[in-house]
T-cell receptor, first 112, second 116 residues
Framework: DQQVKQNSPSLSVQEGRISILNCDYT??????FLWYKKYPAEGPTFLIS?????DKNEDGRFTVFLNKSAKHLSLHIVPSQPGDSAVYFC???????????FGTGTRLTIIP | GAGVSQTPSNKVTEKGKYVELRCDPI?????LYWYRQSLGQGPEFLIY????????DSGLPNDRFFAVRPEGSVSTLKIQRTERGDSAVYLC??????????????FGAGSRLTVL
């Protein structure tokens, strides 16, 4: 039972354009959502999070949008840079539950 | 140390052997997690420690897998009678909460286990 889904295994975007990565979830008890970025041979690194009481959180070039009614969130990266090429994981956790549930990831390739 | 340290970075073993993977978390982080990532998948939860005790071990796939954290710092993941299906990258993370309350895990680089 995949509670966090990333339906696009890969995405290619031109440098300077906007990258939009999508994530859907099924568990309505999830209270926090996080995005992680992973380079080869490294562990995932935290990018940005959003609480379920908000619908948007912004940090520099990264913005996460949450649509609770649709159980959908997205990560926007603008402008996209070559260093953004990596695998991006969406993750979720429930209030009082300390473990993160991850999606399967989307490989983002930024084309110079 | 500054980050989460995992050793060994690579381990190749034969089917049926015993393996230990070590994790040294960020100093001061009381929570420690083990995840497993197979090819093409996201990290899959195995076990979580709060201090010395396992607060949630619901992700351990079977009784061949065991983890300890005897002094509340370093943790060891132990796999007995390894099988080829155990081949994966084993990730350790420790955590601290953000101001918003999100539980942000900081991951190590992982230990890649290959069972021949």
């Amino acid at each position: 039972d995949q509670q966090v889904k990333q339906n696009s295994p890969s995405l290619s975007v031109q440098e300077g354009r906007i990258s939009i990565l999508n994530c859907d979830y099924t568990n309505s008890m999830f209270d926090y959502f996080l995005w992680y970025k992973k380079y080869p041979a490294e562990g995932p690194t935290f990018l940005i999070s959003i609480s379920s009481i908000k619908d948007k959180n912004e940090d520099g070039r990264f913005t996460v949008f949450l649509n609770k009614s649709a159980k959908h969130l997205s990560l926007h990266i603008v402008p996209s840079q070559p260093g953004d090429s990596a695998v991006y994981f969406c993750a979720a956790m429930g209030f009082g539950n300390e473990k993160l549930t991850f999606g399967t990831g989307t490989r983002l390739t930024i084309i110079p | 140390g500054a980050g989460v340290s995992q050793t060994p970075s690579n381990k190749v073993t034969e089917k049926g052997k015993y393996v230990e993977l070590r994790c040294d978390p960020i100093s001061g982080h009381t929570a420690l997690y083990w995840y497993r990532q197979s090819l093409g998948q996201g990290p899959e939860f195995l076990i979580y420690f709060q201090g010395t005790g396992a607060a949630d071990d619901s992700g351990l796939p079977n009784d061949r897998f065991f983890a300890v954290r005897p002094e509340g710092s370093v943790s060891t993941l132990k796999i007995q009678r390894t099988e080829r299906g155990d081949s994966a990258v084993y990730l350790c993370a420790s955590s601290a909460r953000t101001e918003s309350g999100a539980n942000v895990l900081t991951f190590g680089a992982g230990s890649r286990l290959t069972v021949l």
